[in-house]
């Protein structure tokens, strides 16, 4: 029986999509290749994975995707393997697609749901700008499926006890593009991602400095600011890590607000998983209403200062 | 120098309705246009060739009978010709197929140095474009370039002469890399402003080459692109469901942010 490969170059994710494999009652193998992944052998055992194929191939260390590409064609190869699953980074997404190319196989990127359904996998994704999920499957002979982080729980699964570590065999040629620098960015300064509360700003505001004022909202609330496209990309107030939305971050907080943005499917599709969402907007036809459990329609200068000095009273 | 620019004419999403009873999508009739990263690409490419002066920039798209009219944007904003596939054969194509469409007009184009793409579509954003496409041409790839420059190659080691250097704007980090031409990349939107063009550059539009090719004039067939050799069938495609309160508070300020505080509580979303 053919088996699962998984891949992805965090850890994390290679858990979580070790886990989703282990389900499918096929052999399931992991690609851990670059320095640093010969480390999660162990934890990928725990999470289902029986075989890790491990290479620290210096090739492969600056994990560019055409390389990796090949190292994960071969490694299909070699771990018998007809369904790969990756995980939908930047790079996952960008790697899936080029090994996909090579093993002349269908390919779905940015899933963010799958599933086993009579017999197949059965995967979702947002398509047509955010406006509808498209369900999908994979008629190829070989899969590449590349997933969202989170989109699975990571659950550890068994003792790992008939798990075995292979070298894989690679034969890879040196990568085209040279890399002349990396510059980190500052990590983590908002996490929009993971906040439990999340007040959104959109194009309501009208100077940089009206911004405090919903900081100030989010800090009594013990949340995070996060904003429309507009905001970070056009006026350049908050970094383009807080964009919520298509092509920005998504986000499932307790509470979500919204302030002064108009509820455009491309940025209320990152607030989809919310539990409970409010809007405060001036038009009562702003579509931003139709998202929100509880909506305000007021000037956004008046309510946000009362808003915030009410919760402070509490 | 000559850039190729890939363009995918999608419709107005801003304009998609929801059948209220099957939550489908009703897509007929939507005026279309070029995606947005589309944009950023041609924008980088005129710009190219305003500062290098000897480069030819061609816009490529494969689209319905619509893009005659489209691609005369892509024309205003100053490719200088454009090359069009318009056959319902390479109708619903998968990504795989849009590559192999777009490889085999790169093979007959023949020469080129720089092939610019968007980072993925406006509407599907799958993103396989471009990886799919390297891989058909053997070519480098360098995707989700924020900041680009196109620099004297080393004569030993660049067969076109040049090369580029690019930002790539990754999620934990800036990567700056560089590559010899020819080489495929892909672009954000924080790499450039795309121009309004203006109506001398729009009536000019009309008068630069367009070339209509159809299957027969690129080499493909039935069983290699189209909807019947899509790898992928959609079981679905609809609106997700959003079951929202929709609790409206008018009227007195202080009196709707005391009752939205009061809904917030019960709601047990407030405690920190």
């Known amino acids: 029986m053919s088996g699962v490969l998984v891949y992805s170059e965090r850890e994390s994710v290679a858990l979580e999509l070790a886990t989703f494999a282990s389900t499918l009652k096929r052999p399931v193998a992991v690609a851990l290749v670059g320095q640093e992944a010969a480390a999660w052998a162990k934890n990928c055992f725990a999470h289902g994975a029986e075989r890790a194929y491990v290479s620290t191939d210096p090739t492969l260390s600056e994990l560019q995707a055409d390389v990796l590409a090949e190292a994960l064609a071969q490694i299909t190869k070699q771990a018998d393997a007809d369904v790969i699953l990756i995980g939908s980074t930047l790079r996952g997404r960008e790697v899936a697609a080029r090994l996909a190319q090579k093993l002349n196989a269908g390919c779905i990127t940015d899933a963010n749901g799958l599933r086993f359904e009579d017999g197949q996998l059965v995967a979702t994704r947002y398509a047509l700008g955010g406006n509808t999920i498209a369900t999908l499957v994979i008629k190829s002979p070989v899969q590449v499926i590349a997933v969202m982080p989170q989109t699975i729980q990571a659950t550890p699964t068994g003792d790992g006890g008939s798990a075995e570590i292979i070298e894989a065999r690679l034969s890879l040629a040196p990568p085209p593009v040279k890399i002349v620098e990396r510059r980190p960015k500052q990590a983590g300064s908002v996490n929009v991602e993971s906040t439990k509360v999340l007040v959104c700003i959109g194009r309501g505001a009208n100077e940089q400095s009206d911004l405090e004022m919903i900081q100030t909202l989010a800090d009594t609330l013990g949340g995070v600011v996060g904003c429309t496209r507009p905001v970070s990309h056009d006026k350049h107030w908050l970094s383009e890590g807080q964009m919520i939305g298509i092509s920005g971050k998504m986000s499932s907080p307790r509470l979500y607000i919204g302030i002064g943005l108009s509820g455009q499917i491309q940025h209320t599709v990152g607030i989809m998983g919310s539990k409970v969402t409010v809007a405060i907007n001036s038009d009562k036809n702003a579509p931003i209403f139709k998202m929100a459990d509880y909506g305000i329609v007021g000037d956004l200068y008046q309510v946000v200062p009362k808003l915030t000095g009410k919760l402070r009273l509490r | ?272």
């Open chain 2, 1 to 272: 120098m000559h850039i190729i620019v890939c363009m995918k004419q999608i419709v107005d999403l801003t304009k998609i309705r929801i059948k209220a009873d099957t939550r489908e999508p009703v897509l007929e009739g939507l005026p279309v246009r070029f995606g947005d990263f589309e944009k950023n690409a041609l924008e980088e490419a005129v710009r190219i060739k305003e500062k290098q002066g000897d480069v030819k920039v061609t816009a490529v798209a494969v689209g319905s009978p619509k893009l005659k009219d489209t691609i005369k944007e892509a024309l205003a904003i100053g490719a200088d010709e454009a090359v069009i596939l318009t056959d319902p054969l390479f109708e619903g194509s998968d990504e795989m197929g849009t590559a192999r469409t777009l490889a085999k007009v790169l093979q007959k184009i023949g020469e080129y140095d720089l092939i610019l793409l968007g980072e993925g579509s406006t509407d599907d954003h799958t993103g396989q474009v471009i990886s799919r496409l390297a891989e058909l041409l053997g070519l480098a790839q360098v995707t989700y370039v924020r900041e680009l420059e196109v620099l004297e190659g080393n004569p030993l080691a660049s067969p076109r002469g040049k090369r580029i250097r690019a930002v790539r704007d990754l999620e934990d980090a800036l990567e700056v890399v560089e590559a010899n031409l020819p080489a495929i990349v892909s672009v954000t939107a924080e790499l450039n402003q795309p121009r309004l063009p203006p109506l001398t550059a729009i009536l000019k539009a009309a008068r630069k080459p367009t070339k209509t090719w159809g299957p027969n004039d690129i080499g493909v067939t039935t069983g290699e692109v189209g909807a019947g050799a899509s790898m992928i069938t959609m079981l679905s495609n609809l609106a997700p469901t959003q079951q929202r309160k929709q609790v409206m508070l008018e009227g007195d300020v202080d009196d709707a942010v005391n009752e939205l505080l009061k809904a917030l509580e019960r709601e047990g979303v407030l405690a920190v």
